[in-house]
C-alpha cells in the first residue's frame, strides 16, 4: 500500500512537472562522444525528459554507427524526435575497455535493443552531417537563444566555426554563433589547470581551435573535477523502469557499480543555470588549451565572458540529486507511467 502511494504521488508530480512544461525552456544542443563512458546516456536522458529543456539537436562526435543508432534508441524510447548527426567517416568499432578490463559495451547493445526513432538499427548514415545540422538549427532559432553542451570531443564544434555560407545562412560560423548561440557549455578540461580526457582524447589541437578562438558567446566550463567523484546510476539500475534503455546502458557499462557524473552535471547546468548545485569558481580571465590537449586558466581580470563551475554542495549530496533526477526522468516517459500503474 505504502509503494502504491509513493508510486501515484510520483506519477502525480511527474505529471505536473510535464503539464507546467514551460515556453521559457532553453533550447539545447548536445554535441556527445556516446561511446567509450555511460554518463553521456545519463545526460541525453535528463535532456530528453526534462521541462526545463527543448532539446533542438543532438550532434554525435565519435564515429561510430552504434553511436549514432544508440542515441536514436534513447531518444525514441523517451518520446524524443530530435534530429542526430554524427561526425564522418563512420566505422562500426564497439568500445573495448583496455584500460581497466572492468567496463562493458554498450552503444551496439541499446542501439538493436531499443531501435527506433529517426535512425534504427542499420540506418546509421541516414544521420546528419553534423555541421549542416548546427547550420540548420541555429538559422532557424531566435537570436542569442541556444545553449551548445559540448560533453566529449570537439570536431564538430571545430567543423562549425571553419563553416561557411550555405543553403540554410548566409553568415560565417562565427558570426552564426555570434547572433544565435547564448551560451557554451562545455565538459573537459582540469580547473584551473590539467590534462583531461575529452581536450586529449581525439585531436587536441581541434580542442584547442575550440576553446582558444570560440568568441560570440559566453563559455561556461565544467571540469574533470567537478565529476570525478559524483557518482551515480545505482537507483537508476536498483530502481529504474525494468525497459529503460539508460538503465540498460549504466547496467551493460558498469555492471552494478555507480559511475562519475560529468555528463548529467554538466547537461543539468546547460538546462537549469547554478540551480542549488552550482557556482562559479571565477567570472574572469580565459581558458588555454596547448596542443596536447592541457588546460590552464589565464586569470586575466581584463577578460570576460568565459567562467568554470564548481559545487555549491558536497560531492554525496549532488550524486544523490543526479541519481534522484536519473530515476525521476526514467519513470517520466509515457510508456513507462503505464507500466507504473500496471506494477502498482
Ligand atoms: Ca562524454
Redesign the pocket.
Known amino acids: 500500500m505504502i509503494h502504491r502511494l509513493v508510486f501515484l504521488l510520483a506519477f502525480a508530480g511527474i505529471i505536473q512537472a510535464h503539464a507546467a512544461s514551460p515556453t521559457t525552456a532553453k533550447r539545447l544542443i548536445i554535441d556527445?562522444?556516446?561511446f567509450?563512458?555511460v554518463?553521456?546516456a545519463g545526460?541525453l536522458l535528463l535532456a530528453a525528459t526534462s521541462s526545463s529543456a527543448d532539446l533542438l539537436a543532438v550532434n554525435i562526435n565519435f564515429p561510430s554507427t552504434y553511436s549514432a543508432l544508440a542515441a536514436s534508441a534513447i531518444l525514441a524510447h523517451y518520446g524524443s524526435n530530435t534530429p542526430i548527426g554524427i561526425r564522418r567517416p563512420l566505422t562500426n568499432v564497439t568500445f573495448f575497455d583496455s584500460w581497466f578490463f572492468e567496463l562493458g559495451e554498450y552503444t551496439s547493445k541499446v542501439a538493436y535493443h531499443w531501435s527506433g526513432g529517426s535512425l534504427p538499427w542499420g540506418h546509421a548514415e541516414d544521420a546528419w552531417d553534423p555541421v549542416a545540422l548546427y547550420r540548420k538549427i541555429l538559422s532557424e532559432a531566435p537570436d542569442q537563444s541556444v545553449t551548445i553542451t559540448s560533453?566529449?570531443f570537439f570536431d564538430n564544434l571545430s567543423g562549425l566555426l571553419n563553416s561557411s555560407s550555405d543553403i540554410y545562412s548566409p553568415l560565417s560560423g562565427p558570426d552564426l554563433i555570434a547572433a544565435k548561440v547564448s551560451e557554451l557549455v562545455i565538459?573537459g578540461g582540469e580547473y584551473p589547470s590539467g590534462y583531461e580526457y575529452?581536450f586529449w582524447g581525439s585531436n587536441p589541437s581541434i580542442t584547442a581551435h575550440v576553446v582558444n578562438t570560440w568568441k560570440g558567446s559566453p563559455i561556461t566550463f565544467s571540469g574533470f573535477e567537478i565529476g570525478q567523484n559524483v557518482t551515480s546510476g545505482l537507483r537508476l539500475i536498483n530502481e529504474g523502469p525494468r525497459d529503460d534503455p539508460v538503465k540498460a546502458a549504466y547496467v551493460y557499462y558498469g555492471y552494478t557499480t555507480a559511475r562519475p557524473s560529468?555528463?548529467p552535471l554538466t547537461v543539468l547546468y546547460a538546462m537549469e543555470g547554478l540551480s542549488d548545485l552550482f557556482e562559479f569558481g571565477v567570472e574572469y580571465g580565459y581558458n588555454h588549451v596547448e596542443k596536447n590537449g592541457s588546460n590552464k586558466w589565464v586569470y586575466d581580470k581584463g577578460v570576460t565572458g568565459q567562467r568554470f563551475l564548481r559545487l555549491k554542495v558536497s560531492e554525496h549530496e549532488a550524486g544523490a540529486e543526479v541519481d534522484r533526477r536519473l530515476l525521476q526522468a526514467a519513470w517520466s516517459t509515457q510508456r513507462d507511467q503505464v507500466l507504473t500503474r500496471q506494477e502498482v
Open positions: 556527445t562522444d556516446l567509450s563512458d554518463d553521456d545526460a560533453i566529449g565538459m575529452n560529468f555528463d
